[in-house]
């Protein structure tokens, strides 16, 4: 019946049709997760550079949000995104991407989430996001 | 009005396309997301997105997710920068602030309106807003500031 923290992740991504139309998903060494962004052509947003679209890059930066609190907290609802700040640090070129989140509070009501994400090096972030988010109760 | 799905005339690039088709046709995701150019002029622009099944972020409502809202919203400020110049530059997003003031209704697609209401030599102040039915019911807001003509 209890499903694993990974399993639950897992099952947050694969029940939202969004982050699969992404192809967003996550991997887990103890409880540190990644959440990787394999590259695919739709996510381009300028063909010149070309780099990948700037509302992909946030777009990923919340699931991964989401993702690591869904690990926090396996079998809880999704919460509500409140609102979110992106930091673009680089232009993110077509390859994959990956991500971590810290969770800086848990509250009783809102967590406030701070995600990084990367390229070639996480020396070298390609963006940062602060979220705020709306814990929700147990289904 | 332009569509994502109208066909490209032989032999344009993108550096000869106009704004509407820079925007649309040849921005991959705009495409990918069925994004359509609604109206532009100086330093404002209006674009929309269609509700998919596929774009769902809420299975169990069938609300569309924040991340579209996002991109429409990214995707509309990047127009109203292009579109307050007198010419096409290149420019690069330094942030992006949303409000998610409630979630949009489900099986609904949004509409976003973004206005550059300030343009220095380097920078671009963007403010934005994205509905799904009522102007003045807003979805989604968003601040954005942008750095002009990255490629000098």
Not at chain 1, 19 to 47: C, K, W, Y
Not at chain 1, 87 to 100: C, I, K, Q, V, W
Not at chain 2, 51 to 80: F, M, Q, Y
């Amino acid at each position: 019946m209890s499903e694993s923290p990974f399993e639950s992740v897992e099952a947050f991504l694969q029940r939202v049709p969004y982050a699969r139309f992404l192809g967003v998903r996550v991997e887990l060494a103890g409880d540190e997760m990644t959440a990787v962004l394999p590259f695919s052509q739709h996510l381009i947003g300028n063909p010149m550079l070309p780099a990948i679209h700037g509302g992909v890059i946030g777009a990923f930066l919340e699931l991964t949000a989401l993702s690591q609190m869904a690990l926090a907290q396996p079998g809880r609802r999704i919460p509500k995104t409140i609102d979110i700040t992106i930091e673009y640090l680089r232009s993110a070129g077509p390859r994959d991407t990956y991500a971590r989140a810290i969770l800086r509070k848990v509250g009783r009501r809102v967590a406030n989430v701070q995600v990084e994400a990367w390229q070639d090096s996480r020396s070298k972030p390609v963006a940062g996001m602060t979220g705020h988010f709306l814990l929700r109760n147990e289904v | 009005m332009a569509d994502p799905s109208d066909p490209v005339p032989p032999g344009m690039t993108y550096g000869d396309a106009p704004i509407q088709m820079r925007m649309t046709q040849f921005a991959p995701h705009a495409q990918a997301l069925g994004m359509t150019l609604v109206s532009v002029e100086k330093g404002r622009g209006v674009m929309t997105t269609p509700w998919r099944e596929d774009l769902v972020g809420d299975p169990e409502t069938g609300v569309i997710a924040s991340g579209v809202v996002t991109a429409l919203l990214d995707h509309t400020c990047g127009l109203a920068i292009n579109a307050a110049g007198d010419t096409l530059m290149p420019i690069a997003t330094l942030d992006l602030r949303i409000d998610y003031m409630r979630p949009a209704k489900p099986r609904a697609g949004l509409t976003c309106e973004a206005h550059a209401y300030r343009m220095t030599r380097s920078i671009g102040f963007v403010r934005a807003e994205a509905w799904d039915e009522d102007r003045s019911d807003p979805v989604a807001t968003a601040q954005a500031a942008f750095m002009l003509n990255t490629r000098s």
